[in-house]
């Protein structure tokens, strides 16, 4: 789909299931070339995907390197309708102040997320979707 608007690859369906407070699963690759696999918390806004970690876990270091992931969503409510979105990094912004984590961590849990910890950073990845498959219809 080269040259297609990302907000166009979300079917309706996905981005409904998108809209949901529930989590996805990235699959990124480690130096070696296994699969990683993390449950996140993300947004899907304007067509993209927006994600925030702590810097020093691992996903975020191998994502920055190989500037991709693969992103699994599956509907609670029919747990065999699923979405597999193959995603390219497209931005990296630090999040010194932490309004992207509490911005998630409202959408999860109604609160601000937790005190960081000394020396804790925390970075917002935006994803842009480049292909789409799964049982959604």
Do not use: C
Request: charged share 25%; net charge neutral.
């Amino acid at each position: 789909m080269a040259g297609a608007k990302p907000e166009l690859l979300l079917s309706p369906q996905v981005q409904r299931l998108a809209a949901l407070p529930i989590p996805m699963v990235m699959a990124t690759k480690r130096a070696d070339g296994r699969v990683q696999l993390n449950p996140i918390w993300f947004e899907h806004i304007d067509g993209a995907i927006w994600v925030n970690s702590n810097t020093h876990r691992s996903w975020p270091k191998h994502l920055q390197r190989d500037k991709e992931a693969a992103l699994l969503l599956v509907d609670p409510a029919e747990p065999d309708r699923y979405a597999q979105i193959h995603a390219r990094l497209v931005e990296v912004i630090p999040d010194p102040k932490h309004e992207f984590i509490d911005r998630l961590s409202r959408r999860y849990t109604s609160n601000l997320f937790r005190d960081l910890e000394p020396g804790e950073e925390r970075i917002t990845f935006k994803l842009e979707p480049v292909r789409v498959t799964g049982q959604m219809i």
